[in-house]
């Protein structure tokens, strides 16, 4: 299944293959761009690339974005 599917049966109840994975990863994702956390805090391109590039690698299902507090 994939991503879209997967949310798309879960919310109707259907089967699903496995649950849907939405780690909290945070600030955690400056480190796969090899930036410093307080470089990250508060720049948005920083913190897209991060995200994305964390997704990426690791293949969860959503992207949640924000910072630690």
């Known amino acids: ?3 879209l599917e997967r949310f798309a049966a879960y919310s109707q109840g259907d089967s699903i293959d496995r649950l849907p ?3 909290i990863v945070g ?3 400056a ?3 090899g930036v410093k956390v307080s470089d990250f805090r508060g720049n948005g ?3 897209a690339d991060a995200q994305i ?3 990426r690698r690791f ?3 959503v992207i949640r974005v924000f910072t630690d507090l």
């Open 53 to 55: 590039a964390s997704y």
């Open 45 to 47: 391109r920083l913190i």
């Open 27 to 29: 600030n955690t994702a």
């Open 59 to 61: 293949g969860y299902d």
């Open 21 to 23: 994975c939405v780690p």
């Open 31 to 33: 480190r796969v761009i």
């Open 1 to 3: 299944m994939t991503s």
